[in-house]
C-alpha cells in the first residue's frame, strides 16, 4: 500500500526568506511546488486562459507545464476513443457543446470546469463527487503504481493540479460566504 506522497502536493504559495545567510533576509517567493525551496521565479497559468498563476522554479515549472499537455492534447488512444463515442452516440457531443457553451451556472470559474472536466464530472458536482473521483483516478495514476510510465506520471500531475483548483475555490466561496 502506498500512500499519496505529499512531495505531489502542488500546495498553496509561500513566501519565506530565502537564502538569508550572511546578508540580510531578503522575501523572496518560493517555488509553489510542496516542498522545494528554490525561488519561484517562473509564473505558470493554473489552467489554460486564466489569469492566475503559480510561481515554480524553473525545474518545477518545466514539469508542471507538461503536466498540462493532459488538458489540450488527449493521447491518441483516448482521442480515438472519444471519437468513437461521438460517432456512436449524441452524448459526448452534447457534452463537448456544453463544456464549449455552457460555464455551468456562473458560480464556477473556467478554470474549475477544466478541472471538473478532467475528472469528468459535470459543473454541478458536489464537494463530495470531486472528492472521490480524485481520490479515485490519483489512486490510479499513483507513480508509485506505474513505475515507469510518463503518460501516467503527467496525467498524475494533472490531477493533483486540478483538484487543488477546486479545492482553493471552494475554501474561497467559504470565505466569502462567512463575510
Ligand atoms: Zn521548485
Not at 509561500?14 to 517567493?29: L, S, T, V
Not at 498540462?68 to 480515438?80: G, H, I, P, R, V
Request: charged share 30%.
Amino acid at each position: 500500500m502506498s500512500r499519496q506522497g505529499r512531495s505531489h502536493d502542488w500546495g498553496f504559495p509561500r513566501w519565506r526568506d530565502y537564502d538569508g545567510a550572511g546578508r540580510a533576509p531578503q522575501a523572496q517567493r518560493l517555488c509553489d511546488r510542496h516542498g522545494c525551496t528554490k525561488p519561484g521565479n517562473c509564473p505558470a497559468p493554473k489552467a489554460p486562459n486564466r489569469p492566475e498563476r503559480w510561481y515554480f522554479c524553473e525545474a518545477h515549472a518545466a514539469e508542471y507545464n507538461k503536466g498540462w499537455n493532459y488538458f489540450e492534447q488527449l493521447t491518441d488512444e483516448e482521442a480515438a476513443a472519444q471519437e468513437e463515442q461521438e460517432t456512436r452516440g449524441q452524448r459526448s457531443y452534447e457534452r463537448a457543446r456544453h463544456w464549449a457553451w455552457g460555464e455551468g451556472d456562473g458560480s464556477r470559474t473556467r478554470a474549475e470546469l477544466d478541472a471538473l472536466r478532467l475528472f469528468d464530472l459535470p459543473p454541478d458536482t458536489d464537494e463530495a463527487a470531486i472528492k472521490a473521483a480524485h481520490r479515485r483516478m490519483a489512486k490510479e495514476n499513483h507513480p508509485d503504481l506505474n513505475p515507469g510510465n510518463t503518460e501516467a506520471a503527467q496525467r498524475f500531475q494533472a490531477i493533483q493540479a486540478a483538484y487543488e483548483i477546486l479545492k482553493s475555490a471552494a475554501e474561497q466561496r467559504a470565505q466569502q460566504q462567512k463575510v
